[in-house]
């Protein structure tokens, strides 16, 4: 009887690889690869984070790198939806959706690794998550 998560590996690992073939073969730009290289950024950047503080976790890595095959797999079906309804700034948005998030996530790891983060970044970074006081 085969393991749950070799059988979760394989499919990840198939997901991410179908995923970059159907978009390369789609044409869809350099988008897509700034969001690989911010998708690898944050975790890296994570993983650092959590190794300094002490909390590095097999579990939470593995539902990071199956988070980020969720988010290669939502951009693939933009990707998709948008050639058949011939709307295609419909993946466009999707990964500008995607970068925000990835960008935030860096920004909030480069705080767990104490690197100086400017002022009016960390506020707005605060206003985007609610944190401010105020109305979410």
């Not at 690889?17 to 073969?25: D, E, K, L």
């Not at 095959?69 to 995607?98: C, D, K, N, S, W």
Request: charged letters at 15%; proline letters at 3%.
């Amino acid at each position: 009887m085969m393991k749950k998560t070799p059988a979760f590996l394989f499919i990840g690992t198939s997901t991410g690889a179908g995923t970059i073939f159907s978009i390369n073969g789609g044409n869809m730009g350099d988008l897509f690869y700034v969001l690989m290289f911010f998708m690898v950024l944050d975790y890296i950047t994570g993983l650092a984070a959590a190794l300094i503080e002490g909390k590095l976790s097999s579990k939470e890595g593995f539902k990071g790198i199956f988070s980020k095959a969720a988010i290669m797999a939502i951009v693939a079906g933009a990707h998709v939806t948008g050639g058949i309804l011939r709307m295609p700034f419909m993946v466009e948005a999707v990964i500008f959706f995607y970068l925000g998030n990835e960008l935030l996530s860096i920004l909030e790891n480069a705080g767990r690794l104490h690197v100086p983060i400017p002022d009016v970044i960390v506020k707005a970074i605060e206003l985007l998550k609610g944190k401010n006081g105020g109305t979410k």
